[in-house]
């Protein structure tokens, strides 16, 4: 193991200043340098770097390490039970090298990528309620006081093997919550994923991108172009280092992430066993609202959001009206399905029913044919008259207008 | 008002013998009689016919009506309130015709129809579960054996401006569940209900058709050779006398029965107003299981049964098995989407993610790239090694069969 120090001059490049511009003082920068080396040392979801972190600040945590890897661990260090503690640290120790942290640090320098802390005011709150499984920093590519606008915000993932059902779905909603000032948070994958970002950027909203790898390096690098775009003017975010690779494990922590940003996650269309479910997962885990789009049953790229639907109780999503209502907003449209009174029960139908539009009737014939009582009748009819639905010529009655059955 | 007397002639052709083949004695014949003048006198669904019938017989109960029309009604009859026993003999007094009620009774002789009864043995018990609301008798064209086959039953609705989506669901619900021995209840109706119908009856099944009119009038007339077909298997069914109209107020009524008579209703395919809604409004009231199956969100034909998925709780059903499901039938097909172990979590993934499958990486390697304690990747991978996922050259490792992330 190479000897680890604190690298003051690298951490002072990265975080020059917090985000919101102030300058940091020397505590700060050493916090700041800390989370960016546990950063590096923990796997995203790691529970007992999350709680160490959690209490003793990520700076007396990284201390507590380096006592551990010289053999000098506190015992009973934040509660957590020794031997989980000394497991953590067999899991950091192999990572705890000085050159490899300082190369993803100039990384970050190199691209532009910011970091943020809880210490820090753009810090999202949501991310908070993973409680020990919370990111302890987060890598941006994009201005970090995007991080202050993502109230509301909805996850909209899904399939990359999406249909153009599907992506058109994605399109539409992404477009209309952003064009109502919801930030759309996806994952930046091919299908569902890059046509919501898409439509959240033409719809000129705010979108966040979330990255299983570093965010120095594009994921999928067909997405190069559209995650430039995207850290123009929203956010590119992840939790572990520049230059780190997105492995199938990150990819289904950086899943949580995208829960934990929403305040509600919709799946628009999914295999049986896609990604996106464990996204769902997350998002029910955390208590926040799930929604499904349905598709048909013929499809196997809606299987997965009828799974959701079956299995996991989520809400059947079909409109951006619906998708908004998830996140306690009210409809943009208006009630385009707005009930008119059914009047297709009751007694006036019987009436109705009863009526020709052709043949002239008697009361008494109505009343036979419509099973009701003469005077019933004839009070319906009498307000059938005022409404036009009914005319008479003496004591003969005929329907004027007939609404159709189904 | 015509004289009103008792038509021993008339009942005894129509219902010569109970319709398991043994006589019936002359209380049965005045019973059942006075079963078929009520379905005359009482439109569908009258909850005070239902209950005078319930506490008197259809017998004596026809004779309190007649009493009640001269004026002598007993003011205590069965428990309900005077006023609506009085409102009822009002409703029910312009039909009780001698003259139209024998020609119900010949027209149903000429097309030989049967009238079963709840004192028939045949007489399908789950119609008792709507209480007053049952019906009082039904007009059977087929044989009414038919109805001892009921059990279990599916109902399966939808609408009639169906789309080849639609009716492709139907009938392979219908032709699946059909050919499993479970009888098809549907309306006859274009779209899905005839879809439903006409794949039963490929199927070899036994299918039932609730009409609103009387049932020896084919509607619609464009499925008079499908309802034939359906009476020569199965049965068509109707609780209002031979030569009565469809109205809507008997659409409506007539989906209580559909509902009543399905062990489950499923709704195929629905427009948001479509009278499938009703059919499924009575399932759920009766606490029958309800499901309804999804389709594209663009498609208005879809857009009743997602109002069934986010306002009635209804099941989203994509296959015929869930169908069965919800009739407590086991699937027939064994589970397709069996769960294979899901490996994409825990330590295995991340020390398969730290492994290439073209470079060959040292134990302490991997161990960084995991992020997780020598040891226990070297647990893992001799692991591995045994189920051939991963392999080595002396303390060298690489990745064998890497299955793919989603």
Not at 30 to 52: H, I, K, M, Q
Not at 273 to 288: D, E, F, K, P
Not at 325 to 346: I, N, V, Y
């Amino acid at each position: 193991m190479s000897a680890f120090h604190w690298d003051a001059a690298a951490v002072r490049a990265v975080v020059p200043l917090r985000p919101d511009g102030t300058p940091r003082s020397v505590a700060d920068h050493e916090r700041a340098y800390a989370a960016a080396v546990w950063s590096c040392l923990a796997e995203p979801g790691d529970a007992v770097a999350g709680a160490l972190i959690d209490a003793l600040g990520p700076d007396d945590a990284l201390r507590e390490v380096i006592a551990g890897c010289r053999g000098t661990l506190a015992a009973d260090a934040a509660g957590i039970p020794p031997d989980e503690l000394r497991a953590g640290v067999r899991r950091w120790q192999p990572r705890l090298e000085a050159e490899s942290i300082a190369f993803a640090l100039h990384l970050a320098v190199s691209a532009g990528v910011h970091l943020v802390t809880p210490d820090d005011d753009c810090w999202p709150a949501a991310l908070d309620d993973l409680g020990p499984h919370a990111p302890v920093a987060l890598w941006v590519r994009g201005d970090p006081a995007v991080l202050t606008r993502l109230d509301p915000a909805i996850a909209l993932v899904g399939a990359r093997a999406a249909t153009g059902y599907g992506e058109h779905i994605a399109e539409e909603f992404a477009a209309d919550l952003a064009g109502r000032g919801v930030a759309v948070v996806s994952g930046a994958a091919y299908g569902i994923d890059g046509a919501a970002h898409r439509a959240a950027l033409a719809a000129g909203g705010i979108t966040v991108a979330l990255l299983a790898g570093g965010v120095d390096r594009p994921y999928p690098a067909g997405h190069t172009d559209l995650l430039r775009r995207i850290a123009a003017s929203g956010a590119v975010l992840g939790e572990v280092p520049c230059g780190s690779a997105p492995t199938r494990w990150r990819f289904l922590q950086r899943n949580r992430l995208i829960a934990a940003l929403g305040d509600a996650t919709v799946v628009i269309e999914a295999g049986w066993r896609s990604g996106s479910l464990n996204t769902a997962g997350h998002a029910a885990t955390l208590g926040r609202p799930l929604g499904a789009v349905p598709g048909p049953v013929t499809s196997g790229s809606s299987a997965g959001c009828h799974r959701l639907l079956r299995e996991f109780d989520a809400r059947c999503v079909t409109t951006s009206d619906e998708a908004a209502e998830l996140l306690g907003l009210d409809a943009a449209h208006g009630s385009e399905r707005e009930e008119r009174e059914d009047d297709r029960t009751g007694e006036r139908t019987r009436v109705s029913d009863a009526l020709s539009a052709r043949a002239w009737r008697t009361v008494d014939d109505v009343a036979r044919r419509s099973g009701m009582a003469t005077a019933q009748v004839r009070a319906h009819l009498g307000m059938m008259a005022l409404e036009g639905v009914a005319a008479n010529e003496g004591a003969r009655w005929r329907r004027v207008v007939a609404g159709a059955g189904d």
